[in-house]
């Protein structure tokens, strides 16, 4: 899944684990400040919907900005070049801003405390039980490649055995989870994201300064890729040929569309961050916020891979050198005095645990209060929760741990996190947005439409692209076509036994379709939050403007 080469061990000294330690002790402290504020489970799984939403906006990202994503985008960013903005400006902005302006009333008017919950409202119990058990098998497959990945990255850097980076990493995830539940979580996010920038931005201006700048890397990369290297559309027309193997069909739709909303508006280790704001006005706002520094994040993750590729010409070619996967440890490596390297491995080091956190911590609050509360022991107190809770969140990270081996088999990280957002996202997207915009959409077709959502990505995938009997070029556009045909067979089927079975009751769909409204989404705005730059229509629209003007330099 990550293999980095040898030869890529970091001169690291005394300064630079001082710093790493400190980043430690300070990550345990928010977690036993935290704790004080949890006493019931509502404390516990979602900060008892209290934060303001500049802390869980700067969370909302965050929790996406996983060590994952960061050495992902990088080795996509040699590979594929500047196609790889695609997942940023087409491939997260417009759903973010969705999530913000049209779902987030229905999440937190209803007072849901996960996704799966608002299905059981919607469809009812069938489609929020097999959600509820989807979601929990790719949270902890999520949350394994952040640890597994993390341990062979220390390994190589660092020279840590691959078992005392996974014992560390986890032991310090699962200790200030369990202590401050998600609030420490949250409030880690926060920090993990400056540390992480800080790790970052030196990085990428000390790489370009020693390509010759912008212009030296773009004229490096032009002689030895061609001018559609450093293009975002260049090559995309349907039937011809670029890095990606995608066109700018399966690019819009693929990933812009299904992928993207699949991802951004049902994948609860995202939203729960919303669902903990103090009001709704800041639940809205709290994805619109994260869109703007999520805008920008290109700048110090495809960059580097980009520098990279003309700092070591030998990237990816060949499998016993330096793969993409390298590009951020090669920087590293070879860019970073002792100390600002301390830096950047404590920032690599937040990352992953902020990746892996948002999954444990999204893990948790779906088995206990979807699963175990809702199945297997209804009624109890609210101690007991809070107690369950706890121990799930032990056992989250240690099926994490088993879970991430299942992964060895992709060489490219973003490639195999890509294909689990198809098999499980997409196919709860299709749900989600046929029953919040059709009333007439019925319980039975809830669950058919997310079952067979969900086998028809996996029997795209593994039965005809894996076994060779359609040909897709590579192994996102594989993803791509998977999540169109997730999309397409969830909703035909979803239509088809919507017509020949019997709708909810109208009234039981107040707050849960467009259109109609529960009492939690009259919520009046709490004072301050009328001011103009708080509009969330003002921020999302104004998001989407400055994403599309993002793509004028990488169009021509």
């Avoid at 390994?155 to 200030?176: E, M, T």
């Avoid at 995608?246 to 508006?265: C, D, E, K, Q, R």
């Avoid at 959502?453 to 993803?479: D, R």
């Avoid at 998977?482 to 017509?499: E, N, R």
Wanted: proline fraction near 4%.
């Amino acid at each position: 899944m990550i293999t980095l080469a040898e030869g890529l061990r970091l001169p690291t000294n005394g300064l630079d684990y001082t710093i790493l330690a400190i980043y430690f002790v300070v990550v345990l402290g928010i977690g036993f400040a935290a704790k004080r504020s949890v006493k019931t489970s509502l404390d516990f799984f979602l900060s008892g919907r209290s934060l303001p939403a500049w802390v869980t906006g700067l969370a909302f990202v965050a929790a996406n900005l996983g060590a994952t994503e960061i050495l992902g985008m990088a080795a996509n960013g040699a590979q594929y070049g500047a196609y790889t903005v695609h997942w940023y400006w087409i491939g997260a902005i417009p759903a973010m801003v969705f999530l913000g302006l049209v779902m987030m009333p229905f999440y937190y008017g209803s007072k849901v405390r996960s996704v799966p919950e608002f299905l059981l409202h919607r469809f009812g119990p069938s489609s929020h039980l097999l959600s509820s058990v989807i979601f929990a098998v790719s949270s902890v497959l999520i949350a394994g490649v952040n640890l597994y990945a993390m341990a062979i990255v220390l390994q190589a850097l660092l020279g840590w055995p691959q078992w005392v980076a996974i014992v560390v990493a986890g032991f310090f995830v699962l200790a200030y989870i369990t202590i401050g539940g998600l609030s420490s979580a949250i409030y880690n996010e926060v920090l993990q994201f400056f540390v992480i920038l800080a790790a970052l931005i030196p990085l990428t201006v000390v790489g370009l300064k020693r390509v010759g700048g912008w212009d030296g890397l773009t004229d490096s990369l032009t002689s030895s890729h061609g001018d559609a290297f450093l293009t975002a559309w260049k090559g995309t027309g349907i039937g011809e040929a670029n890095p990606l193997g995608a066109n700018w069909l399966t690019i819009v739709l693929g990933l812009g569309f299904v992928m993207s909303f699949g991802y951004w508006t049902t994948n609860f280790a995202e939203v729960q961050r919303a669902l903990s704001a103090k009001n709704l006005s800041a639940a809205k706002r709290t994805p619109l916020i994260a869109a703007f520094p999520k805008i920008f994040i290109p700048l110090v993750v495809v960059v580097p891979g980009l520098i990279a590729l003309v700092m070591e010409p030998t990237l990816g070619k060949s499998k016993d050198g330096l793969q993409y996967n390298d590009a951020i440890p090669v920087l590293m490596r070879d860019l970073l005095p002792n100390g600002v390297l301390g830096i950047a491995v404590t920032g690599l080091l937040a990352a992953f645990m902020a990746g892996m956190a948002a999954n444990v911590s999204s893990f948790n609050t779906v088995f206990t209060n979807d699963i175990w509360a809702a199945y297997l022991k209804k009624g109890r107190e609210d101690r007991y929760y809070l107690k369950t809770g706890r121990v799930v969140t032990a056992v989250g990270v240690l099926i994490g741990m088993g879970t991430a081996f299942i992964a060895s088999s992709f060489s490219n990280i973003m490639n195999y996190l890509q294909t689990l957002f198809s098999f499980f996202n997409v196919p709860l997207f299709v749900v989600f947005i046929i029953g919040m915009f059709w009333k007439r959409t019925s319980a039975a077709a809830g669950f058919w439409g997310l079952l067979s959502g969900t086998v028809a990505a996996m029997v795209n995938y593994f039965g005809l692209y894996k076994q060779g009997i359609i040909a897709i070029p590579s192994e996102q556009g594989a993803n791509f076509v998977s999540s169109i045909v997730a999309f397409v067979v969830g909703a035909l089927v979803m239509v088809l036994v919507t017509l020949v079975t019997k709708p909810k009751p109208a009234e039981s769909l107040a707050g849960l379709v467009y259109g109609s409204r529960s009492p939690g989404m009259e919520e009046l705005p709490a004072e301050g939050d009328d001011a103009w730059y708080r509009k969330p229509a003002l921020l999302g629209w104004g998001a989407l403007v400055l994403a599309a003007v993002c793509y004028v330099p990488f169009s021509f």
